[in-house]
C-alpha cells in the first residue's frame, strides 16, 4: 500500500460501465499463451483478484473448470455477472463483492491466481502470502499488466492518434494537478516492485512472457471518453456538478482532433509474470 493514501470504496465508483468499451483489449494470443504456459485441465479453479468486469477471468472461463472473481467495486461485479451469462458461462462462473485483504473468505483452494493491473491497488505484502496459501501445491500466481516499454507507431494507419496528453491537461484543469485517487491523492502514483513482494511470499519464478499486440484499434470519441471515466484518476464522482462541463470540453478537444471523430492506436503488447507456489513450503 502506498505510504499516506488509503483505499476506499469510492476509488472505481462509476467506473464498471464504461470498461468494456473504454479500455483497449490485452493482446489478443494472450489466452493461448497463458494454456501453453500453465497448462490447465479443464477442470481447476481459477480466482482472479481485483477482476473488475471480468475481463480476465471470461477470456479464460474455458481453461477451467470454475472461475472466482473477486473486487470490492458492487459496479464492477454486477458487470461481470452480466458479461458471464452474455458469454454463457454464468453457471461455471462466482462473482465476490470483497477487498483481496479479506481471503481466503471461504473460497477454496485454487490452480491459478490472477491479478490483471490490480496488485498495486492492495496492501500487497499480506495478499500475496493469503493468495500463496489458497493455492494447491505447485499452482500459480500470473500478474498480468500492459508493457509499459515498447513504443507503438501509429504508422500507416488512417486516423490520428488520441491526443492523450491534451485530454490529461484537461483532467487536471477539472480535478488538479495532483493524481486523484478515492477521496485521496496520489503524487508518486502507486507502487512498483512486485517481483520483491512475491519474492518475500514464497513464490517462485518468475517466468516472463511478452505476448505481442501492435494490432491496429479504431477508436471513436465516445470510446475515447468511455477510457477518460473508466479509470481511478478520472472517475465519474471525481467530477462532482461540474461532470457534463468537463464531458462537453472533453468531446470538443477530441472533435478538434479528429473532425471525423476517429482515432488510430496499437494494442499494447501484454507482459505476464508467471510464479509458482513454492514447495519447500516457506
Do not use: N
Amino acid at each position: 500500500m502506498v505510504a499516506d493514501w488509503e483505499w476506499d470504496e469510492t476509488l472505481f465508483s462509476g467506473t464498471a460501465a464504461y470498461y468494456e468499451r473504454g479500455r483497449p483489449p490485452y493482446a489478443p494470443g494472450l489466452a493461448d499463451a497463458l494454456a501453453e504456459v500453465l497448462r490447465p485441465d479443464g477442470e481447476g479453479r481459477l480466482i482472479d483478484v481485483g477482476c473488475g468486469p471480468g475481463t480476465i477471468a471470461l477470456s479464460l472461463a474455458h481453461l477451467f473448470g470454475e472461475i472466482v472473481g473477486v473486487d470490492p467495486d458492487r459496479g464492477m461485479i454486477a458487470e461481470a455477472g452480466r458479461r458471464a451469462a452474455d458469454r454463457g458461462v454464468g453457471e461455471k462462473a462466482r462473482w465476490v463483492r470483497a477487498r483481496a485483504e479479506t481471503l481466503p473468505a471461504g473460497l477454496g483452494t485454487f490452480a491459478v491466481a490472477t491479478f490483471a493491473q490490480s496488485f498495486h491497488w492492495m496492501d500487497r505484502d499480506l495478499v500475496a502470502v493469503t493468495v500463496r496459501d489458497m493455492l494447491q501445491p505447485g499452482g500459480a500466481l500470473v500478474h498480468i499488466a500492459d508493457l509499459k516499454t515498447e513504443h507503438r507507431t501509429l504508422d500507416g494507419l488512417p486516423h490520428p492518434p488520441v491526443p492523450y496528453a491534451a485530454v490529461d491537461e484537461l483532467v487536471k484543469r477539472y480535478l488538479g494537478p495532483v493524481r486523484r485517487a478515492g477521496r485521496g491523492v496520489l503524487p508518486q502514483g502507486t507502487a512498483g516492485g512486485e517481483a520483491e513482494v512475491f519474492a518475500r511470499a514464497g513464490f517462485s519464478g518468475p517466468r516472463r512472457l511478452v505476448v505481442p499486440g501492435g494490432q491496429a484499434l479504431e477508436r471513436t470519441v465516445d470510446d475515447v471518453v468511455a477510457w477518460v471515466f473508466s479509470m481511478s484518476f478520472s472517475a465519474p464522482h471525481l467530477f462532482e456538478g461540474r461532470r457534463d462541463d468537463f464531458e462537453g470540453d472533453l468531446r470538443r478537444l477530441l472533435r478538434e482532433a479528429s473532425p471525423a471523430g476517429r482515432f488510430s492506436e496499437r494494442g499494447p503488447s501484454t507482459e505476464v509474470f508467471v510464479w509458482r507456489q513454492d514447495s519447500s513450503g516457506r
